[in-house]
């Protein structure tokens, strides 16, 4: 869960030396061509792409373009500075396809919020989408990117970190549309057997819950309900609150159905001759290695399943010291119930620990309450403090469906979340929390009073030592850093939609430079969650993909020799640079 992000930096080449993004002086024949450049296709030819593609082509115009002249509309302009953010892009049903939510891309080129006189530039989005409704409009939109020397996106949802859903000049495959969802009651093959969810590529993963939910099971989706299951959350490992007992997203891929950069329509199996295909796609990244067209996973029975929430913070611990001791105290006690697999997401800040969620599947109220005991009383019961459940408004509910307790609990807090230019992670593994506890809390201390304590970290635990998790269907490109860690972290500013953009740069640095050193110091070597950290992580090949990067980059070569499939972090992304106006090169 992340509810501030989205980094990036000006004076990259500065700060991280392994940055993936240089700047050119020039163009060359090497580059993809962007509007205006000799090679870029004529109207005409646009046009002959739209009628292969049954009239779906798309140009795009930013909804911001109500705030820039010549089209500023004050009414509409003011609407679209209320609901900019997550839930206006989001959840929005008509949200035009271009749209993306990474704050620090949008590069206030056409926001809401920057010069209304100045016009709306398309600055990163990409000029042109296929709304994708079928394999042939996917294979049509990959024949012309490349018989053109057109930069090439793979659209969903719009949520990723790094701007990788979109790019200055590219033609956009939005596969938000392919949203079939079927029930498979039996699935059988030599690596499983038992009951399976097929889903289009666009299928959210509060749609994916919702239709498992209503046959009675439940699948592994991520906390936000926009998401897209087979989208980026599944290709890049992805974590659930469910996965404390059935794995991460990858782990219970049992096909996926996707579209080589050649446009061969291909079933990657664990068993089939794709099975490389599989292995890649199977937390290795997503818009890397081909176009995924739906996957198949595995169901699970539902039932009983119960969330706890509650707060710590200075005013309920009595003072400063007391609340971080509390901190360090609710790590200790969270280890064992991570341990049965329950998933805990919350938000640590210089004064206050918001659990918003500790989910314990196969628990009632009851039970739930009687596993947290340890961790009340030790809470509780120290010293001066004036902690007690109520002050901590511990909250306890209960459902026989996980997807109505999803519903009655986090999903509307999801709705107000907002995002910063800067957004960076990180990894605590298990072995640091569970042996430097205290030079973990005093970094974490530390990094939240930075810069008037403006840093906070949005944490998930995950579940290294938990033996009830189901094995993964097979073996998978999933980052083997995240089965050693206890949590992730997501570590960005409080920023608001009317913060000044020229803060933003400066932020980037000030995350970079001041506050990720504090927290790498105390986590040597952990990496970072592939979906959710910097753009300009640096050693991203280790830190993202922990010593699977040499064997995904050969899939790579396999699927995708000619680098079609590009972003920022993605495996083979070296091979390009940007240049001094934004145009994709051969690097
Ligand atoms: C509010 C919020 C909450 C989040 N919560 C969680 C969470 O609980 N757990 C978690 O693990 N992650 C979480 N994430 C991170 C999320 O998983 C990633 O941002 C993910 O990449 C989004 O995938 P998408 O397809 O929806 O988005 P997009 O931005 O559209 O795509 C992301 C990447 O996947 C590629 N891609 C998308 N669809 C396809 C396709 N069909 N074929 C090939 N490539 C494709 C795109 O090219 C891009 O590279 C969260 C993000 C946000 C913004
Ligand atoms: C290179 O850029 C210039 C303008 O910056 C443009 O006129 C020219 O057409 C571009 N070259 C190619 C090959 O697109
Ligand atoms: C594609 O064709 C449709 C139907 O004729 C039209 O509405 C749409 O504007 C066209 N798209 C572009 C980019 O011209
Ligand atoms: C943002 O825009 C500025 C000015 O046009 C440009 O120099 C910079 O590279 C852009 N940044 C990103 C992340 O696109
Ligand atoms: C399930 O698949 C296995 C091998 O993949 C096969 O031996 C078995 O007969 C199948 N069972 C059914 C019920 O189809
Ligand atoms: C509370 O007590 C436990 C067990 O006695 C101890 O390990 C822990 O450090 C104490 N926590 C606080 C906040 O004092
Ligand atoms: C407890 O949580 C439920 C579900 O989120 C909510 O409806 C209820 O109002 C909460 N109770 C209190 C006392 O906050
Ligand atoms: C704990 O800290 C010590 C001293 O900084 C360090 O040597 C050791 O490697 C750390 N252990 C872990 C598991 O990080
Ligand atoms: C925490 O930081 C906020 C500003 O971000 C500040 O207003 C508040 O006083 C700080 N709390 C403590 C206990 O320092």
Known sequence: MVSSFFAAIALHAALSTAAPLVTRQSNSTNCKVVPGDEGWPDTQTWAQLNQTVDGRLIATVPLGHVCHAPAFNQAQCGKLQSEWGFASLVWVPAWPPAEFMSTWFQNNSCTPFGDSSAPCDLGNY????????????????????????????????????????????????????????????????????????????????????TFASNHGYRVVVGSCPTVKAAGGFTQGGGHSFLSGIYGFGADNVLEWEAVTAAGQHVFATPTN????????????????????????????????????????????????????EAVSTYHAELQPLVDQGFVAEYMVTNDSLSLFGMIAPGHTADSLRSAMMPLLSALTSNGSSTLTTAA????????????????????????????????????????????????????????????????????????????????????????????????????????????????????????????????????????????????????FQEAFYAGTYLRLREIKARYDPDGVFYGLTTVGSERWVSDSEGRLCVA
């Open 273 to 324: 001759e794709h099975a490389d295909l599989y292995w890649a796609l199977s937390g290795g990244g997503g818009g890397t290695y081909a176009v995924v067209i739906s996957m198949t996973v595995r169901a699970f029975p539902d039932g009983d399943i119960a969330l706890a929430s509650m707060s710590i913070n200075v005013a309920n611990a009595g003072s400063v010291d007391a609340y971080w």
């Open 126 to 209: 990409v000029s042109y989408s296929i709304d994708v409704r079928s394999v042939q409009d996917v294979q049509a939109g990959l024949e012309f990117a490349q018989s053109r020397n057109v930069r090439l996106v793979v659209k969903n949802s719009g949520h990723d970190f790094y701007g990788k859903s979109t790019g200055k000049g590219a033609l956009s495959l939005w596969v938000h549309n392919l949203n079939s969802k079927a029930l498979i009651p039996a699935y059988n093959s030599s690596y499983y057997t038992g009951p399976a969810v097929h889903i289009g590529a666009g299928v959210a993963g509060g749609e994916a819950a």
């Open 392 to 539: 901590m408004s511990l909250n306890i509910t209960h459902r026989i469906s996980y997807h109505d307790l999803y519903a009655a609990t986090v999903e509307p807090l999801m709705a107000s979340n907002s995002f910063a230019p800067a957004v960076a992670g990180r990894f605590l593994p298990r072995a640091v929390i569970e042996s430097n506890s205290t030079t973990w809390h005093t970094a974490l201390r530390h990094a939240t009073s930075i810069s008037n304590s403006r840093y906070f970290a949005s944490v998930t635990t995950l579940n290294a030592r938990n033996r009830h998790r189901r094995a993964a269907v097979a073996p998978n490109a999933l980052q083997p850093n995240f089965n050693t860690a206890f949590s992730s972290l997501i570590i960005s500013p409080r920023w608001s939609n009317a913060s000044p953009w020229s803060d933003a740069a400066g932020l980037v640095q000030e995350l970079e430079n001041d506050v990720m050193p504090v927290l790498e110091g105390v986590t040597p070597g952990a990496g970072a969650y592939k979906n959710e950290a910097s753009w300009m992580q640096k050693d």
